[in-house]
């Protein structure tokens, strides 16, 4: 490495190189100068949230035993409800390229791991498994990598301490100090999150803020509450679900350290703006993005994917809308989605191209005439954006999902034609014959359900999911027993029906 940063994964600063190419020797050096006390594993269990296991180091063979082999972890705990007690055993190996320096003690050695089974194959159910085996299918039958990056919006909840300067209801989009009061707290997770995955793209204040929460639950209630946003760069689909649960787990560790309480449950409040979990994706061929053709319009390869995004989208909401507070937000104007379309730089559209550089470059030059060398741009950075799912997102089957939608575009030659007849243009919530004409995504869990069993053939293909897995995520779907709730709580009396509305959005405040 030539240089280096503030923000640069300490261990590469360390090692002098970048985290792809650590190795187990490399792991040991780092824990004979650290004098590290400890390794920690980390992986993604069923429910979406990472799970850890720590272990002591006493000695440089029992260092070097652990990076080579892993240990044994409880699958039927781990994946309850899926996996035999009488076929429980897993091992968890580490990936060296994640390793990273715990920000909350300084003596830990940190992975995330994978899931192997007693032969040493990954464990199929398990759900970085299921994202590599398509990111896989994608690499095989297009002969492209799918890259893929998020968007994590959360409320951050803490006692207010300041009656000045409040923030307006619904306007606190890009808000700054002294009207936004947790930008420490956001500075102090960006920092980690940059220094561990070196994948963040920007953060700001989003448009909710509640002042006061009213709510059941002791954990949030009377807390004031500002939405915040942490956006990532595109890396390869399995890495960016890495980095994404980690984040998560990142930041609820800051706000925890924080006396705040930090949430990604898709709505919080009436009339206040829900959590999404907006995904961006592209396609990139021997590393270059080929969303755009050379004339600076979408290309054929983006349209068939955007065609694929929209074949499964009812259903993908299966994987990115869990839990029946979802369906409080994908309701018409509240900034979500409603209805399965896409268009140019549209927020009312389920897909969205947004501006992407493809037609301009070096823009600064315009307003800085004295800047003389210009910027050579090499990846290309168009991409097309779901904004359909919402922070109950899991993840990894998520990512799935849409790699398995993103090849099915690409290897199915009606997928632009399905692209072409679902291309809208102006706020569709404003036109009511375009409306009419485009199909509805699901008003509830219960309905999702239906669609991913249905549809089920979709993502068993190719054995990327297995059976079980579809079965599970119906089953957990149908138990939020959500059917016709916005009919049922319309027909309550006004005051009832806010408080069952808050009932129903807070039940979930840690889902995944």
């Known amino acids: 490495m030539t240089q280096t940063y503030a923000l640069t994964n300490p261990l590469s600063v360390l090692l002098d190189k970048p985290r792809e190419q650590f190795t187990r020797e490399d792991m040991l050096r780092v824990i004979e100068q650290k004098k590290i006390e400890r390794i920690t594993f980390h992986y993604t269990a069923l429910d979406g949230k990472l799970k850890e296991l720590r272990i002591p180091i006493a000695s440089r063979y029992q260092a070097e035993r652990i990076l080579a082999d892993g240990e044994r972890v409880d699958g039927s705990s781990l994946f309850k409800g899926m996996v035999d007690t009488a076929l429980s055993d897993l091992y968890v190996i580490p990936v060296y390229k994640t390793a990273f320096l715990n920000p909350f003690t300084d003596n830990s050695l940190d992975f995330i791991c994978r899931y ?11 759900l970085d498994t299921i994202l590599s085996s398509a990111a896989e299918l994608f690499r095989k039958n297009t002969g492209m990598e799918f890259y893929a990056m998020g968007e994590l919006e959360f409320f951050l909840l803490s006692e207010s301490n300041s009656k000045i300067y409040f923030a307006a209801k ?3 989009y890009h808000a700054s100090g002294p009207f936004m009061k947790s930008g420490a707290v956001l500075d102090e997770m960006v920092r980690h999150i940059t220094q561990i995955t070196g994948a963040v793209k920007y953060a700001h204040s989003e448009v909710g803020y509640i002042e006061s929460t009213r709510s059941d639950l002791e954990e949030i209630r009377g807390k004031q509450g500002e939405q915040l946003e942490i956006e990532f ?3 390869p689909v399995v890495d960016a679900a890495d980095n994404l649960v980690l984040a998560r787990w990142l930041i609820r560790n800051v706000a925890y350290r924080n006396n705040c ?3 990604f449950a898709p709505k919080l409040e009436e009339g206040v703006a829900g959590n999404g979990f907006h995904i961006h994706m592209e396609a990139r061929r021997e590393g270059t993005n080929i969303m755009t053709s050379p004339d600076g319009k979408l290309s054929p390869e983006a349209r068939k994917i955007i065609g ?3 074949m499964y989208a009812d259903s993908l909401t299966g994987f990115g809308n869990t839990v029946s507070s979802a369906y409080l937000r ?3 104007n509240q900034e979500a989605p409603t209805r399965i379309c896409w268009s140019d730089m549209n927020r009312s559209a389920m897909i969205r191209v947004p501006l992407g550089w493809s037609s301009v470059a070096n823009l600064a030059q315009r307003l800085n005439p004295q800047q003389k060398l210009s910027f050579k741009e090499t990846e290309g950075r168009q991409t097309v954006e779901l904004r359909s799912p919402d922070g109950s997102a899991n993840i990894h089957l998520l990512l799935a999902g849409i790699t398995m939608a993103a090849e099915w575009g690409l290897t199915h030659p009606e997928a632009e034609t399905v692209a072409q007849k679902l291309y809208v243009s102006g706020n569709i919530f404003q036109d009511e014959k375009l409306w009419n004409r485009l199909s509805a995504l699901p008003k509830s869990c219960v309905e999702s359900a239906k669609l991913i069993l249905e549809k089920r053939a979709l993502y068993e293909r190719s054995g990327i999911f297995p059976s079980s897995v579809i079965d ?6 149908r138990a939020e027993d959500d059917e016709n709730m916005n009919q049922k709580l319309i027909d309550l009396p006004a005051d009832d029906r806010l408080h069952e509305t808050r009932k129903i959005m ?7």
Request: with cysteine.
């Open 116 to 126: 192997l089974t007693r032969d040493g194959s990954l464990a199929p159910f398990a």
């Open 170 to 172: 619904q306007r606190g």
């Open 233 to 235: 760069l595109p890396t």
């Open 261 to 263: 309480v930090a949430t």
């Open 308 to 310: 694929g995004l929209c």
């Open 330 to 332: 994908l309701v018409p």
């Open 472 to 477: 599970y995520v119906a089953s957990l779907l």
């Open 506 to 512: 807070h039940k979930d405040l840690h889902r995944h």
